[in-house]
């Protein structure tokens, strides 16, 4: 997948937005601090007079003017500075503040792509196409734990399918504020429509909103695309996809086991698991399978992988959609 050009305009124009709306911003802190210390608009009228006046003694060859500038400039500066502070403001309030300080807002760091552009990039590519529709469903605010049975201890947990739900979101909100240079990984585990993969969309929006770079793939998608690659050529479309897939902050895999599984997909599963975890990205895995299940379907690699570096969430209850569909809801 690559860029269309109106997919290319349209990160570019927001680029061009968010400069507008950055200088807005800049002048209305501007304004609101002439406002509150008028001696500051003095300081700025004085800094733009000397370096106006240094400039035209340099045109007439003085050869002191430019150390001179510097040093008058600097002053004034610093007494803005002492004046803002005094205030309780910020030294840089009336400086451009960036969302992107690293690219200023333009998307390219010396001629390169700057990483918030390649965000927005896979949003649009493929987070936007499998994702972000079925996000605005299901997420944190719309999920319900009525769904959950609060009647029934389930033998060996000691609490009903609701209070274990309730720890289950629970750690994913924290995983989600714990989301960082280091970001860990979950595996969803539990029988057919118990909400894991609800979950895992709501942890998906969550961090989308933060802007993380988020792809989610269903496994039978996620294995063709490394089938694919495995063929294909450095400079692929499927080629990026794949860089991208093993790079984004969240990588989801849906219903990991429904695949058609063998040594290849077990292999490449490995690579890509471990490929993440040395890069430090966030995983989360949603399986019907059992631990036992999963041992028996990938290799040892795969599985120690998982259970030394996953936080393992079992999540119980009745089928969701099953009783949505009796209640006539879906
Ligand atoms: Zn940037």
């Known amino acids: 997948m690559a860029l269309s050009n109106s997919q290319y305009d349209s990160i570019i124009r927001e680029y061009g937005r968010q400069q507008l709306q950055n200088k807005h911003e800049q002048d209305k802190r501007v304004e609101e601090i002439y406002r509150v210390i008028p001696a500051i608009r003095e300081l700025d009228d ?9 400039a035209r003694k340099m045109l007439a060859g003085d050869g002191e003017a430019l150390a001179r500038m510097k040093a008058a400039l600097a002053d004034l500066r610093e007494q803005k500075e002492i004046l803002l502070r005094s205030k309780g403001y910020p030294p840089d309030y009336m400086e451009m503040h960036y969302r992107c300080p690293d690219c200023r807002d333009t998307g390219y760091v010396n001629g390169k792509k700057c990483h918030c552009f390649r965000k927005a990039q ?12 079925v996000v605005k469903r299901e997420n944190f605010s719309s999920f319900s734990y009525e769904y959950y049975d609060d009647r029934t201890v389930i033998p060996g947990l000691g609490r009903t399918a ?4 309730r720890q289950v979101v629970e750690v994913c909100r924290q995983y989600i504020r714990e989301f960082g240079e280091n970001k860990g990984n979950i595996l969803l585990t539990g029988s ?3 909400g894991k993969t609800f979950l ?11 802007y993380y770079s988020v792809i989610y793939l269903s496994a039978c998608d996620l294995f063709d695309i490394f089938s694919k690659t495995k063929f294909g050529r450095q400079g692929d479309e499927d080629c990026d996809l794949y860089g991208d897939i093993l790079d984004c902050d969240l990588l989801v895999i849906d219903d990991l086991g429904t695949e058609l599984n063998n040594s290849f997909t077990s292999s490449q599963l490995f690579y890509c698991l471990n490929e993440r975890l040395n ?5 989360v895995i949603s399986t019907n399978l059992s631990l036992n299940a999963l041992r028996d379907t990938y290799t040892e690699r795969v599985t120690s992988r998982i259970m030394s570096y996953y936080r393992i969430l079992p999540v119980y ?3 969701i959609r099953l009783r949505k569909r ?3 809801r879906e």
């Open 192 to 194: 057919t429509g118990v």
């Open 46 to 54: 004085a800094i733009s007079t000397t370096a106006v006046d240094s």
């Open 122 to 133: 896979m949003r649009l590519l493929y987070a936007q196409s499998n994702i972000e529709e």
């Open 162 to 165: 609701r209070e274990h739900m």
């Open 279 to 283: 890069r430090k990205k966030g995983t």
């Open 317 to 319: 209850g009745d089928d």
């Open 326 to 328: 009796q209640e006539g």
């Open 200 to 210: 895992a969309n709501c942890v998906a929006k969550e961090l989308m909103d933060r």
